[in-house]
């Protein structure tokens, strides 16, 4: 009877070692930590889908973001940066509360990611085809969107693109300011088609924060160069029109 209740003792102590080896364990050991992805930058690029906006027009400006990343340059703008990698998404914008993502958060790394945010444009149809100009509301959007960004980045930029000055909506002064506040710059592309003197407009209502710029599109036929422009300054934070050395 007493061998029977020492070994007993035995056991109960060797239950008890086993079990207290994970709990210290895991008191004296944290759980891993999964590193949230970096990129330079976060680019939400906002494109016009008001009334004026026909769908020869809409097409236009689609297809001359999707050649934008299909151009070795943008590329060669990514691979400048401290991380090599950007996210970018793209939103259709008309009235103040009238906004459809398009193309959903993405990151370009290389080649293959560049072609695959590419073919995501090009694949996305036309979402709304009015409801006013609120270039106060596309800006307010984009913070949404960059809040919400599934990367960190070190900057963050919305690229407005339109054809109209704000129409509908709140002062784009008010929100400019505002997205400045929080780190964000916003650079423009207004296409000159209806309004001769957007560009004047949009420097002085419209773009805000540190670098920013306009690039203006004479006509909706000049868009793709001037996005190929744009994009490539705000990847690189170059002048326009600077040239790239590959990496």
């Not at 149809?125 to 307010?140: E, K, N």
């Not at 930029?157 to 002062?171: K, W």
């Amino acid at each position: 009877m007493t061998a029977r209740k020492g070994n007993i003792r035995v056991l109960l102590w060797l239950l008890s070692v086993l079990f207290a080896l994970p709990v210290s364990a895991a008191q004296n050991t944290a759980p891993p930590r999964i590193p949230e992805p970096q990129v330079d930058v976060n680019l939400v690029l906002a494109v016009d889908a008001s009334g004026s906006v026909s769908e020869d027009r809409f097409e236009l400006q689609k297809q001359g973001y999707a050649a934008a990343f299909r151009n070795p340059k943008v590329l060669a703008a990514i691979r400048q940066g401290n991380y090599q990698a950007i996210a970018v998404s793209m939103v259709q914008w008309t009235g103040p509360t009238l906004h459809v993502i398009s193309v959903p958060w993405m990151t370009i790394r290389d080649q293959r990611s560049a072609v695959a945010v590419s073919n995501a444009i090009e694949a996305a149809p036309r979402r709304i085809f009015g409801g006013g100009t609120s270039l106060s509301g596309a800006i307010d959007y984009g913070v949404l969107m960059l809040t919400a960004a599934p990367a960190r980045a070190q900057r963050q930029v919305i690229d407005i693109s339109g054809d109209g000055s704000n129409n509908i909506g709140r002062l784009p002064t008010q929100a400019r300011d505002e997205a400045v506040k929080l780190g964000i710059r916003i650079n423009g592309l207004p296409i000159l088609t209806i309004e001769p003197d957007l560009e004047a407009y949009y420097r002085q209502y419209v773009i805000g924060g540190p670098g920013a710029f306009v690039i203006p599109a004479k006509s909706y036929n000049e868009f793709a160069n001037a996005i190929l422009r744009k994009l490539i300054a705000e990847i690189s934070q170059l002048p326009p029109n600077t040239t790239l050395a590959r990496r």
